[in-house]
């Protein structure tokens, strides 16, 4: 009995130990009004991040400026997809599309304002950057935001990449 208990037990374990975390089911919105689930979000088997940000959020701006002075190349290389996922709160909402506009962001943005998508990963601060790998398992998380901080998480995209 007890042989079988231990052997349920390392099973259960080399099965945890196996899965994937990937994006929890939350439903959101797009700039447009249409809703997103974002476990059903994915990049044809090519990696994405999600990039958390505010209009207010000086370091989640200049993260997000400094990814898109390169993001062509990052796309030409590996196929990445960017999303941006403001969290900005109801009353400041209507913000984000002139902020989007406005720096010429090419990335699919949603909208969080009750914070459900950031709860749901526990994340407490911005900038908050995910990444997916093909198969949507998250491979990297990344707290905050220095000048160049954008070229680690890039090898870390080529990692998911395979290149």
Known sequence: MNKLFLSF???L????????ERLPQV???DMGGKSVQTDTISNGGKPMVIAFFATWCKPCNRELKAID????????ETGVR???VSIDQAQNI?????LVD?????YDVLLDPNGELRRALGIQMIPFTVLLDGKGNIVYKHNGYT???EVELYEKVKEAAGK
């Open 147 to 149: 000048d160049g901080a």
């Open 13 to 20: 374990v080399s099965f945890a130990a196996g899965a994937q």
């Open 27 to 29: 439903v959101l919105k």
């Open 94 to 98: 209507n913000k984000v599309k002139p």
């Open 69 to 76: 002075e390169v993001y062509d190349e990052w796309q030409r």
């Open 102 to 106: 406005q720096n010429g962001w090419r």
């Open 9 to 11: 037990c390392l099973l």
């Open 82 to 84: 960017l999303v941006a």
